[in-house]
């Protein structure tokens, strides 16, 4: 287990971009983003594994890209085209494998303006 502090998020207009970072307090084999928007459960957006192997949810394939640098413990989240629908409450997680997320961040709202 490791924490995770994340940086980013705010208030943009539709189509707009945003970004966010999360710093983990050592390393670990999958880090990525989950997001939880009001009255919804919490759904996975995107993972990223040590070695590069991303995975997106359908929702935002070609919009949202997923970095990492593991130097740096850090996993980024670089959000483009935005829509209202993306507004939510962005948690980093991080895990051993796909699946087995055993730490989260506390979350940063993003807020997409129509």
């Known amino acids: 287990q490791v924490q995770l502090v994340e940086s980013g998020g705010g208030l943009v207009q539709a189509g707009g971009s945003l970004s966010l970072s999360c710093a983990a307090s050592?390393?670990?084999?999958?880090m990525g983003w989950h997001r939880r928007a009001p009255g919804k459960q919490r759904e996975f957006i995107a993972g990223?594994?040590?070695?590069?192997?991303?995975n997106y949810a359908d929702s935002v394939k070609g919009r949202f890209t997923i970095s990492r640098d593991n130097a740096k413990n850090t996993v980024y989240l670089q959000m483009n085209s935005l829509k209202p629908e993306d507004t939510a409450v962005y948690y980093c997680?991080?895990?051993?494998?796909?699946?087995?997320?055993?730490?989260w961040g506390q979350g940063t709202q993003v807020t997409v303006s129509s």
């Open positions: 990223i594994t040590s070695d590069g192997m991303t």
């Open positions: 997680a991080a895990g051993i494998g796909w699946g087995l997320i055993n730490s």
């Open positions: 050592g390393r670990i084999n999958v």
